[in-house]
């Protein structure tokens, strides 16, 4: 069953449950993304409001927290993009009969192959906001250790 199956074939009742069933996978990948998009809307909120305007110790350690909370939920963030990405794969290799019938239930997606972790966290663009608040974040933090009262 590793042939493409035509446009005019139907898919079997298995395999219209095996996608209905890579769908929620697909669909659960894309909540979390957005959930740590929430998290980190709320964390950058958060930060930018209790900041205070002088630099303090406090400051300082708020900034380096939040620059290393950044980092982690753009790490997070990504991997559930690639994650969904995979299983979209997997979810199209249902609809084409490339798969057995075996290796549709499995949900292994390592055979299939998507863009790199690195590079969805530099290229894709709802991942740059990420990358600009880490900026910033650096930024403020380089901005506040020097110019700290000795």
Request: charged share 20%.
């Amino acid at each position: 069953m590793n042939d493409v199956r035509s446009d005019s074939a139907e898919l079997s009742g298995q395999e219209i449950e095996a996608l209905k069933m890579t769908q929620d996978v697909i669909k659960r990948m894309a909540d979390n993304s957005a959930k740590t998009k929430t998290i980190f809307i709320g964390l950058t909120v958060a930060i930018v409001t209790l900041s205070k305007v002088e630099p303090t110790q406090q400051t300082l350690m708020a900034w380096v927290v939040y620059a290393v909370l950044t980092f982690v939920l753009w790490f997070t963030d990504a991997k559930y993009l690639r994650l969904e990405r995979l299983f979209r794969k997997h979810h199209q290799a249902i609809v084409n009969g490339s798969i057995s019938s075996l290796d549709r239930w499995r949900m292994d997606v390592s055979r299939y192959k998507v863009e790199a972790l690195l590079s969805i966290m530099l290229t894709n663009f709802t991942m740059m906001m990420y990358f600009v608040a880490e900026l910033i974040a650096i930024v403020a933090i380089v901005i506040v250790l020097y110019h700290l009262p000795a």
